[in-house]
């Protein structure tokens, strides 16, 4: 049977699992803005390669969805200068990021 403090109880239940929901996105937005700007204090240095890094998607488990464009879209050391420049980057500057992939 269904009380007034059964509902009450479901409700704030209901409340909590919202808020938490909330936070949860506010928290990956902020994490979208740190990436933004971890990307773009490395990103001088793939245009002067000819190439360049856009934001795809930051996960709720920190990781990091990219897409190399450019010269570095075709680069056989694209695999290197993601893992060892940008994700070492991306992840001093923001370290609730676990992962960086590239997008394909």
Request: hydrophobic content about 35%; overall charge positive; charged content about 35%.
């Amino acid at each position: 049977m269904r009380t007034k403090r059964n509902i009450k109880i479901e409700q704030s239940k209901r409340m909590k699992k919202l808020n938490l929901n909330m936070e949860k996105q506010m928290n990956i937005r902020k994490m979208e803005v740190k990436v933004s700007e971890a990307l773009e204090q490395i990103r001088p240095a793939l245009q002067r390669d000819g190439g360049d890094v856009s934001l795809k998607k930051v996960s709720k488990h920190g990781v990091v969805i990219v897409k190399l464009e450019g010269a570095c879209a075709d680069c056989p050391m694209s695999q290197m200068t993601l893992k060892m420049g940008i994700e070492a980057h991306v992840k001093k500057m923001v370290p609730e990021v676990t992962e960086v992939r590239n997008e394909r």
